[in-house]
C-alpha cells in the first residue's frame, strides 16, 4: 500500500497508472471503522486501484468545539486499509489542502435549507469544496460514500452533475452494529452508558418505518410519535425527524415507491451529535 501527503505524489502516481487501470476513490475523515472498510471492499471489486483519502477537513465544521473533538487516528486507519486491501492512501495536511483559506462558496440550492443544511450551516459549502478538490486530484472513475450520510450524497450528485465530472457516484448501505446503531467515527466519542442509549436511533427509525408502512399512520402522527419517544429522554436532545422523498429530499405526504421514501433524523446524545436514516 502506498501513502502520499502531497498532490503533486499523489498525482505523479496515478498518472502513471492510469491509461491501464481504473480507479476508486473513497474519501473519509479517518477514525475508520466497518463500515469504511467495507467501502473499501466494495470499491476493491469494481476497480483496479483504490485510493482512500483520510482528511478531518476543516471548511465543513461550523462547530470549533466538534472539529477539536474529531478523533484522528491516522496510524491506526493505516493499519485497517492495508488488511482491507487498500492501494493508496492520500493523507495531506490542512497546509496541503488549503495554502490558504478557500474563497469559493458553494450553495446547493434547497438542500442548503433543510435537515442537514438548516442544522450545519455552511456545512455543505465545505464538503463541496474538498469533494471536489479530491475529485480533481484524483480523478476517479468512481467515488464511494455511505448511506448514513444521506444528504451528503444528496449534494455530492448535485456536485457531480453540475461541474460535468465524469465519475460515477456509488452510494453504500449504511453499516450497523449488532444492535442497530449505525457506525459512525463519532461514536468513539460516546461513553459506555451513552453508546447503550444510542440505539434509540435505530429503534425510532424502525418504529416510524413499522406506524408508515405497515400500520397506514400519517406522517404527522409517525413525527409526533418520534418526537414523543425522545421528548420522554432527558439524556436527548431531538434536532429534527422528517419523511422525504430519498431522492429530491423534499418531504414526502405519502409512502412512495420502494427506496424512494426516507426517514431521516438527527440528535444529540451528550456531547455527541448523531445522524441515522432508513429508505424502504
Do not use: W
Not at 71 to 77: A, C, I, S, V
Not at 101 to 119: C, W
Not at 172 to 178: F, H, M
Not at 246 to 267: H, K, N
Amino acid at each position: 500500500m502506498y501513502r502520499f501527503e502531497t498532490i503533486n505524489t499523489l498525482r505523479q502516481y496515478l498518472n502513471s497508472i492510469r491509461s491501464e487501470k481504473t480507479i476508486g476513490l473513497v474519501p473519509t475523515m479517518g477514525a475508520l471503522h466497518e463500515g469504511h472498510t467495507t467501502l473499501i471492499e466494495t470499491a476493491r471489486q469494481e476497480n483496479d486501484v483504490v485510493v482512500c483519502s483520510i482528511f478531518v477537513n476543516p471548511v465543513q465544521f461550523n462547530n470549533p468545539d466538534d472539529l477539536a473533538r474529531y478523533p484522528r487516528t491516522l496510524e491506526e486507519d493505516c493499519r485497517k486499509l492495508e488488511v482491507a486491501g487498500c492501494h493508496v492512501v492520500f493523507a495531506p495536511s490542512v497546509a496541503e489542502m488549503y495554502p490558504e483559506p478557500p474563497m469559493l462558496r458553494m450553495n446547493f440550492g434547497e438542500l442548503e435549507s433543510i435537515l442537514e443544511g438548516a442544522f450545519r450551516p455552511g456545512h455543505f459549502n465545505g464538503v463541496g469544496i474538498v469533494v471536489a478538490k479530491l475529485v480533481n486530484i484524483v480523478q476517479p472513475d468512481r467515488a464511494y460514500f455511505g448511506q448514513k450520510d444521506l444528504q451528503q450524497v444528496a449534494v455530492i450528485r448535485r456536485l457531480i452533475h453540475d461541474l460535468s465530472f465524469p465519475i460515477e457516484l456509488v452510494r453504500c448501505p449504511t453499516i450497523r452494529e449488532g444492535d442497530g446503531l449505525a457506525m459512525s467515527s463519532r461514536n468513539r466519542n460516546l461513553t459506555s452508558a451513552e453508546r447503550g442509549q444510542a440505539i434509540k436511533l435505530f429503534q425510532a427509525l424502525t418504529m416510524a418505518r413499522k406506524m408508515l408502512a405497515e400500520d397506514g399512520r400519517s406522517n404527522i402522527q409517525v413525527k409526533a410519535a418520534v418526537t414523543d419517544l425522545f421528548a420522554g429522554d432527558p439524556a436527548f436532545r431531538l434536532e429534527y425527524v422528517e419523511i422525504i422523498n430519498a431522492d429530491t429530499f423534499q418531504p414526502a405526504s405519502e409512502v412512495l415507491a420502494p427506496g424512494q421514501t426516507a426517514i431521516c433524523l438527527a440528535a444529540h446524545l451528550g456531547h455527541v451529535r448523531l445522524i441515522d436514516n432508513l429508505i424502504f
